[in-house]
Nanobody, 120 residues
Framework: EVQLMESGGGLVQAGGSLRLSCVGS?????????IAWFRQAPGKEREAVSC?????????YYADSVKGRFTISSDNVKNTAYLQMNSLRPEDTAVYYC???????????WGQGTQVTVSS
């Protein structure tokens, strides 16, 4: 069974940090998958936060709103992706979702989401 499982969300004060993890099972990240983090705040559309092409070194994307504060990475041995979030702001409050897409086949999977709440 293919599964993505996020963890690491929680409540943090503005200026604090969290590290989200996304563990994949039933498939392997380095089989040409791009791993992305999306987030959805109440009443807003889901938006892309960051993405990494696991098979391409340094192939990353960051939304302008998180550049310089968030860092995406992956550990192919652990089949896990991470999102290190620093200098968190109240506007970062959202449910964060992990998403995996195989670049050449279009196969894609979503995690169940993890809540991040940043208090002011």
């Amino acid at each position: 069974e293919v599964q993505l499982m996020e963890s690491g969300g929680g409540l943090v004060q503005a200026g604090g940090s969290l590290r989200l993890s996304c563990v994949g099972s039933g498939f392997t990240f380095d089989d040409d998958y791009a791993i992305a983090w999306f987030r959805q705040a109440p009443g807003k559309e889901r938006e892309a936060v960051s993405c990494i092409a696991v098979s391409e070194i340094d192939a990353t994307y960051y939304a302008d709103s998180v550049k310089g504060r968030f860092t995406i990475s992956s550990d192919n041995v652990k089949n896990t992706a991470y999102l290190q979030m620093n200098s968190l702001r109240p506007e970062d409050t959202a449910v964060y979702y992990c998403y995996a897409s195989q670049i050449w086949s279009g196969k894609n999977y979503w995690g169940q989401g993890t809540q991040v709440t940043v208090s002011s």
